[in-house]
């Protein structure tokens, strides 16, 4: 039972920091620190997403920058005809947030549910090196189609908007993606606690006992492949507006690489992991960033012993093994 | 279009298929007998062609770099089985993923550092400068022997796996593990020579590339993702479907990017046709695994284990 209450408690001050910090960030005046919050929320947002792909169904998927980067460009395209007037495939373009985030996650989800398809006749080994193929094969598709930027990416010029909050301000913007997160969190506790989610969990354990009694492991798999996907699309959306720019880059495989980090480093299926892991890997490149241009050298070091010797990242580190929910 | 360009055309795809084998076979000779997924085999690529490229450009002969390449290669691949791989045998695809993608971070800023952070060049050997006239088309020297030494070190390696104890030991793993311990093979020592045995044809397929490109931090891992590719056509685990898997793939993306864009252009505007082709192409190999995926899962040639 005191793992629990550690669990409760370091969930609280993961929560309550990330908003904290940003909000001295804000009296004091350091829109550097405020970006650096966003950018940790929106990484840990699209974990949140992996990290029910991962975490709960246990499905590798090494290609989920994919979603990350098709939620990237459904802003910068949106916001590109709204800005020129021109359609895409007849739809007008739009810079309202509130239109864009469902967009994107639909863009997002329906790509997932195609790859995912195909991927999840597989397993194991071979799952990870398809998904990986499958999203390499839209990475390439977005740096050789010129229409929207080709390898250079998209601008956004104008931020998109969001009714009565003006998102050009950095803490605006950050409290929009700290919200969803929390949203997404919140989500993802509900789907582990649901009937669905615990045939999920046991046919991550087992499949052939799931399916002996009666359920399609198929059908639920995909069906979280998808939800899993479409947050991760939503973060990329936030992301191309944080940084004015819809980047083929966000979808490169080291992207993906690196959420499937911030799942291990926080914990895997762990409520909060993907918070503390995003909190952890953007600190990790903004302080040793900063000393030494080969910082990656050492965070593929302090990931390589986490691997070999401290399995279960910080937050099993903090609050136990034990799962809550 | 004439038929020489086409079939120029044909002897690159075969020369870049050949390529992707001897990656591909590393590749799914350690997944096959260790179970391991690697990702740093790219890195193993790299480290061929920068060792070859240096050791070149010191010495001035290109054949002495080759061997270094080789031998830089081997020699790190051993030293990465015996510090971390051995230690991931028995653990889960997600912490091998994770801790050979830590490798390849730590190798490719050890590379910049050790390197420099600009591309290095190197020469193709004077012995291989030249084109040959093949009736059809005059055609590379150098890249008529690459495919020459594709298909030799192919052929080397049937026979290492088919006629030698080693390639009998190899097999045997690849089969029951335990059993093959028990019958008193050092299983370990077994599993450093693989290892080793797929980084050098990691490191001689970089070395061997790196005369027609410029060796640079990050080559590996565009070759690393297609040699995924081939081994999943061709089924994880074996050289023989490694080999159709690298030759499909090899032909099938070299003749799609020089002949789609001409496609379209029977139909499109030029400026569209090259652009919509050249988009076409480059997923087209990636189009290719989904068909095969829907009609055999696991791939061409499965093993069964």
């Known amino acids: ?325 | 279009m004439t038929a020489a360009l086409l079939f120029e055309q044909f002897l690159n795809g075969l020369q870049f298929g050949l390529m992707l084998f001897l990656m591909s076979a590393g590749l799914t000779l350690v997944f096959g007998v260790m179970g391991l997924i690697n990702l740093a085999h790219g890195s193993l690529f790299m480290i061929g062609a920068f060792f070859c490229a240096a050791a070149a450009g010191l010495t001035g002969n290109f054949w002495l770099g080759l061997a270094a390449g080789m031998a830089a290669a081997a020699a790190a691949g051993a030293l990465i089985e015996v510090t971390v791989m051995r230690r991931l045998y028995t653990r889960d695809h997600l912490d091998q993923v994770l801790a050979t993608f830590a490798l390849i971070l730590i190798l490719s800023e050890g590379t910049k550092i050790l390197f420099g952070p600009f591309p290095l060049y190197l020469d193709v050997p004077p012995l291989l400068t030249g084109t040959v006239d093949l009736g059809l088309t005059p055609y590379p020297l150098y890249r008529l022997a690459l495919i020459v030494a594709g298909i030799g070190v192919a052929l080397g390696l049937w026979l290492l796996i088919g006629r030698t104890r080693l390639g009998i030991r190899i097999r045997a793993g690849e089969n029951d593990r335990e059993m093959i311990a028990a019958l008193g093979v050092n299983i370990r020592a077994l599993y450093t020579v693989v290892f080793a045995l797929g980084a050098a044809l990691a490191g001689l397929a970089g070395a061997l590339v790196g005369a027609v490109q410029s060796v640079q931090v990050g080559m590996g891992e565009p070759v690393l993702i297609l040699a995924f590719v081939v081994i999943v056509i061709g089924g994880i685990g074996s050289i023989r479907g490694a080999m159709v898997g690298a030759l499909l793939v090899g032909v099938i993306d070299t003749m799609g990017r020089f002949l789609l864009p001409q496609v379209f252009a029977l139909f499109l505007d030029p400026s569209k046709a090259s652009g919509a082709g050249a988009a076409l192409a480059s997923i087209l190999v990636y189009l290719l695994m989904a068909l095969i995926l829907v009609i055999r899962p696991k791939g061409l040639f499965p093993v069964h284990a």
């Open chain 1, 1 to 325: 039972m005191p793992d629990k209450r550690r669990e409760y408690a370091l969930n609280a001050v993961l929560a309550l920091g990330l908003l904290l910090v940003p909000l001295w960030a804000y009296w004091a005046g350091s829109p550097f620190t405020i970006t650096v919050f966003t950018r940790i929320a929106i990484f840990a947002l699209a974990a949140v997403g992996l990290n029910i792909a991962l975490g709960l169904g246990g499905m590798v998927s090494f290609g989920h920058a994919v979603y990350f980067g098709v939620g990237g460009y459904v802003a910068g395209i949106a916001a590109q005809h709204a800005f020129n007037g021109e359609t895409f495939l007849g739809i007008a373009g739009a810079n309202q947030m509130l239109i864009i985030w469902p967009v994107a996650m639909i863009a997002a989800g329906l790509l997932a549910a195609v790859i995912g398809a195909f991927s999840l006749r597989t397993s194991g080994i071979f799952f990870i090196m398809i998904t990986l193929a499958f999203a390499q094969m839209v990475y390439y598709f977005a740096i050789s189609w010129p229409t929207y930027g080709g390898e250079d990416g998209l601008p956004i010029y104008v931020r998109n908007t969001f009714p009565g909050l003006n998102t050009m301000r950095p803490w605006n913007l950050f409290i929009l993606c700290w919200c969803l997160l929390m949203l997404a969190i919140g989500a993802f506790a509900l789907i582990r606690a649901s009937r669905f989610g615990a045939a999920l969990m046991a046919i991550r354990q087992n499949p052939d006992r799931v399916a002996a009694v009666g359920i399609s492991p198929f059908g639920i798999k995909l069906a979280a492949f998808v939800i899993s996907a479409m947050i991760t699309g939503l973060a990329g959306a936030l992301m191309a507006d944080l940084s004015r720019f819809a980047s083929p880059a966000a979808m490169a495989w080291t992207m993906s690489g690196e959420l499937i980090v911030i799942i291990i480093l926080g914990g895997t299926g762990r409520l909060f992991g993907p918070v503390a892991g995003a909190a952890v890997l953007v600190g990790f490149e903004v302080i040793f960033g900063g000393m030494t241009e080969h910082w990656r050298l050492w965070l593929g070091l302090v990931l390589l012993l986490t691997v070999l010797f401290a399995r279960g990242g910080i937050v099993t580190l903090i609050a136990g093994r034990e799962r809550l929910g």
